[in-house]
């Protein structure tokens, strides 16, 4: 006779005593109550021990000291600041310097790293070659080695302002930086901007308005026209009819450097390429490997099947690879804003190094500043991931027929 | 016999490197006809029919489906691959989409039918294989012998003139070659120009027209499976069918 069916014993306390204990019963539930005192004293000593020495130091713990002013002057600033604000602005003023160079960082990275990736996978023998020796000779250097190399070796080797090196009157390399145009908006500019935005609106638009005529009638929309047209054209013509919207104003040399003209300092420069030119060589083997982990079979699958070699690849390969792709990708996007910290090597001030550093030094806040600065990486970190598993969750999601 | 060649190869030989793997390969392939193709392994077969839609370059020869030409430099590769459906001994269907949509991804793309009439279209198909009631599943979800049905059913939905099948059943278990054997048979009855590398000698008496016998990248016999399996013309046929009818 055939056996029924029935529901499973009750699971409450097996698993309670499982998840509290794991296989040693409840003599581990003991066990594990001793660690949690353990450590709680462990934190309570070490709160009370700061609390006491600070007490001998004479600091007053708080928050107050962000209120009172620097005094010292920071080399590059987004916002306007000078020696007389206060720790407050300094903070802010070394956040967006390390989000200004942790973006431009993670944004060339990705380029040079997805570029050396599909290169190392090339039938092309020189150009795998070429971007192997990229990936052997970088990723097994040390980063500040390399940041120092940028800063030193090569930046600080460029002629002074007077014999810049200069691309077309436009651009000059020296040895205190970049000096490029500063573009100098007019009073067209703003209905420009405007256009070009309902411009990337309208390509956006004929984007999906083809997908639904593409699934819901099999129509094949040809859409480049229309996007040409309203990401370029539109705002020519708006440029055309109220005046161009920006000019750029030459630097001048006068002295002994530039008057006018964006400067870049060198310190930027170099970390931003060091930075950039560090992860791409790890971004690149992330890509090859998410790539050759896609089996050669769903290439075959898909191109049997009729589909061209673009469309296996887009439909097919890419949202696969890209599932093993995005995970370490993030990890390589977190690890480039932190390793922004090393900043302080070459002294571009960055939020490490005007906070953490200087700012620690002057006022001796440590466990304060320690925190703020610590809260901020974490935050900055867990944005980062955050937005890389939405766009994660978007691909896995809306693949293919979907 | 119908006189009709939907597949035609002549005279065609390819080169892995330095080794001859195919070599003056001649075969024409009636429509309806069910060509099984067997012969130790390493003697060429799975190249052979990857051959004919350019899933494998060759050298020299010419391969001509339903009067579309192939030549060595596989110009009109796109055009042959949308009359052949192809079945893959590892099923390779696409792990990231749904039963449904692997089945409905090439009717949208390539022949840019409505996603409502592709889907119409894919459960159709996906019923004639008898597993429409997993259309809304992953593949690894899926049995093998249920994936590859379903990678039947996703060849089948660009209606193509001819099929291959390149060992179908071999990473299958035991229990699953039958339900796929049957739906190859089912398939077979209904018409469908089918060119099979398989093992399956019960499937080759049972469907085939000609069973064609390759070694070291010839075609040693072709014949119908009556006098293929009862009167060999080889010694190395014999010996072949000798050992694998015995186990």
């Not at chain 1, 009370?48 to 010292?72: C, D, E, P, V, Y």
């Not at chain 1, 300094?90 to 944004?107: E, K, Y």
């Not at chain 1, 901007?193 to 929309?221: P, S, Y």
Request: hydrophobic share 50%.
């Amino acid at each position: 006779m055939a056996i029924g069916s029935r529901p499973p014993p009750p699971q409450f306390w097996p698993k309670l005593r499982r998840v509290l204990g794991g296989q040693t019963g409840w003599g581990g539930v003991l066990g594990q109550l001793v660690l949690v005192a353990f450590v709680v004293w462990l934190g309570y000593e070490i709160v009370a021990n700061a609390r006491a020495n600070m007490q001998a130091q004479r600091i007053a713990s708080g928050f107050g000291f962000l209120s009172q002013t620097a005094g010292f002057g920071v080399s590059q600033a987004l916002i306007p600041y000078s020696e007389s604000d206060s720790y407050t602005r300094v903070f802010v003023v070394g956040l967006l310097n390390t989000l200004l160079v942790s973006a431009i960082g993670v944004a060339l990275a990705t380029v040079i790293g997805f570029a050396i990736g599909l290169g190392r996978l090339s039938p092309n023998w020189l150009l795998a070659r070429l971007a192997g020796a990229y990936v052997e000779i970088v990723r097994n250097l040390p980063l500040l080695f390399q940041l120092l190399f940028w800063y030193l070796a090569v930046l600080a080797t460029l002629p002074n302002p007077r014999q810049s090196i200069t691309l077309l009157g436009w651009v000059f390399l020296n040895n205190r930086g970049f000096v490029v145009a500063e573009p100098v908006a007019h009073a067209s500019f703003w209905p420009v901007a405007l256009a070009l935005g309902i411009g990337v609106g309208i390509a956006f638009a004929a984007h999906a308005l083809a997908r639904k005529a593409l699934f819901d009638n099999g129509r094949v929309l040809r859409i480049w026209p229309v996007v040409l047209g309203s990401l370029v054209g539109l705002p020519l013509v708006v440029a055309l009819a109220l005046g161009a919207p920006l000019s750029f104003e030459a630097p001048v040399l006068k002295g002994f450097n530039f008057v006018g003209g964006l400067r870049i300092i060198p310190e930027f420069v170099a970390l931003t390429l060091a930075l950039s030119i560090y992860t791409a060589a790890f971004i690149a083997e992330i890509v090859r490997a998410g790539i050759l982990a896609v089996n050669r079979g769903q290439m075959e699958a898909g191109s049997s099947l009729g589909l061209s070699c673009g469309a296996t690849l887009r439909l097919i390969v890419v949202p696969q690879a890209l599932r093993v792709i995005l995970p370490p990708l993030t990890n390589q996007y977190l690890n480039l804003t932190k390793n922004s910290s090393l900043a302080v090597a070459v002294g571009y001030p960055d939020l490490f190094s005007v906070f953490a550093g200087t700012t620690l030094s002057q006022t001796g806040q440590a466990v304060e500043i320690i925190v703020i600065t610590m809260g901020v990486y974490l935050l900055i970190s867990l944005i980062t991931s955050a937005a890389m598993s939405f766009y994660g969750w978007r691909v896995g999601m809306g693949l293919g027929a979907t | 016999m119908t006189t009709e060649a939907v597949v035609t190869v002549a005279g065609l030989n390819k080169w892995f490197g330095e080794f001859h793997v195919l070599r003056d390969i001649n075969l024409e392939v009636g429509r309806g006809e069910r060509i099984v193709i067997c012969g130790p392994s390493g003697s060429g077969k799975s190249t052979f029919i990857r051959c004919i839609n350019a899933l494998e370059e060759f050298q020299e020869g010419r391969i001509s489906v339903d009067n579309i030409e192939l030549g060595p430099n596989l110009r009109r590769v796109d055009e042959v691959r949308r009359e052949v459906g192809m079945v893959f001994q590892n099923f390779n269907l696409f792990p990231h989409l749904s039963v449904l949509d692997n089945c409905t991804l090439a009717p949208i793309w390539v022949r840019n039918i409505p996603r409502k009439a592709a889907e119409a279209a894919a459960m159709k198909y996906l019923e004639r294989v008898r597993i429409p009631d997993q259309a809304d599943k992953f593949p690894g979800q899926l049995s093998g012998g249920q994936q590859q049905r379903v990678a039947i059913a996703r060849a089948l939905t660009m209606n193509p003139k001819v099929m291959l099948f390149d060992e179908p059943t071999s990473a299958l278990d035991p229990e699953m070659v039958k339900e796929v054997l049957d739906t190859m048979v089912d398939l077979a009855k209904e018409g469908m120009t089918m060119l099979v590398v398989t093992h399956e000698m019960g499937f080759a008496r049972e469907i085939a027209s000609r069973v064609v016998f390759m070694d070291a990248g010839q075609i040693i016999e072709a014949n119908t499976p009556r006098e293929f399996f009862a009167n060999p013309q080889h010694a190395r046929t014999r010996l072949f069918l000798s050992q694998i009818l015995r186990s």
